[in-house]
Nanobody, 127 residues
Framework: QVQLVESGGGSVQPGGSLRLSCAASGRNFNSYTMGWFRQAPGKEREFVAAFRWSGSSNTYYADSVKGRFTTTRDSANNMVYLQMDSLRPDDSGVYYC???????????????????WGQGTQVTVSS
């Protein structure tokens, strides 16, 4: 059973940085697409970043975070990270790590396609 556990959330002032971690376990993730999503109060969950665990070096970002957020992975330890810089108040919300098993040629950033979710970690950007 796939298990995803996020950590690293917290409160930060605008312009600050945070690094989120996601510990992934339970499977060989070579056939998975991994994603980061977030949800602000009263809003729908939205895509932040996604990549194929293996087979492609491409990483995709939402336009709202491009150039400020970077996601990386440590394959040896099954860890995924989201480095968030130049944080803004509208980046606040619960951040989720997610995974979906897909054939090698497939890729998705749609919330509805992801099968496994972590419990989420709160990020608050406020002065």
């Amino acid at each position: 059973q796939v298990q995803l556990v996020e950590s690293g959330g917290g409160s930060v002032q605008p312009g600050g940085s945070l690094r989120l971690s996601c510990a992934a376990s339970g499977r060989n993730f070579n056939s998975y697409t991994m994603g980061w999503f977030r949800q602000a109060p009263g809003k729908e969950r939205e895509f932040v970043a996604a990549f194929r665990w293996s087979g492609s070096s491409n990483t995709y970002y939402a336009d709202s975070v491009k150039g400020r957020f970077t996601t990386t992975r440590d394959s040896a330890n099954n860890m995924v990270y989201l480095q968030m810089d130049s944080l803004r108040p509208d980046d606040s919300g619960v951040y989720y790590c997610a995974a979906v098993h897909q054939p090698i040629a497939c890729f998705t950033v749609a919330v509805r396609d992801f099968q496994r979710w972590g419990q989420g970690t709160q990020v608050t950007v406020s002065s």
